[in-house]
Nanobody, 115 residues
Framework: QVQLVESGGGLVQAGGSLRLSCAASGTSFSIYTTGWYRQAPGKQRELVATLTSGGSTNYPDSVKGRFTISRDNAKKTVYLQMSSLKPEDTAVYYC?????????WGQGTQVTVSS
């Protein structure tokens, strides 16, 4: 059974930093694409970052240059380093693991950025 458990969310002032972690279990990890998504109240879930097994990354313009995704395959963990945070980054952040045609999700971790 695949499980993803996020941690590291919280309340931070604008301009601050946070690092999110997501630990996977119940599956191989290194060969799959991992990612982070977020969902703000009243909005659709949106892509924040993806990282392929080959090391390619993808970020939307809204976070490019401020967020960095990385992974530790030995620990089966993916990270999201967030800096220069803005109030509009406030959302629930979800970890994603894409295995074949199936997307697995964590339970989400709240990130709140105060102005």
């Amino acid at each position: 059974q695949v499980q993803l458990v996020e941690s590291g969310g919280g309340l931070v002032q604008a301009g601050g930093s946070l690092r999110l972690s997501c630990a996977a279990s119940g599956t191989s990890f290194s060969i799959y694409t991992t990612g982070w998504y977020r969902q703000a109240p009243g909005k659709q879930r949106e892509l924040v970052a993806t990282l392929t097994s080959g090391g390619s990354t993808n970020y939307p313009d809204s976070v490019k240059g401020r967020f960095t995704i990385s992974r530790d395959n030995a620990k089966k963990t993916v990270y999201l380093q967030m800096s220069s945070l803005k109030p509009e980054d406030t959302a629930v952040y979800y970890c994603n693991l894409h295995i074949m045609t199936i997307d697995y999700w964590g339970q989400g971790t709240q990130v709140t950025v105060s102005s």
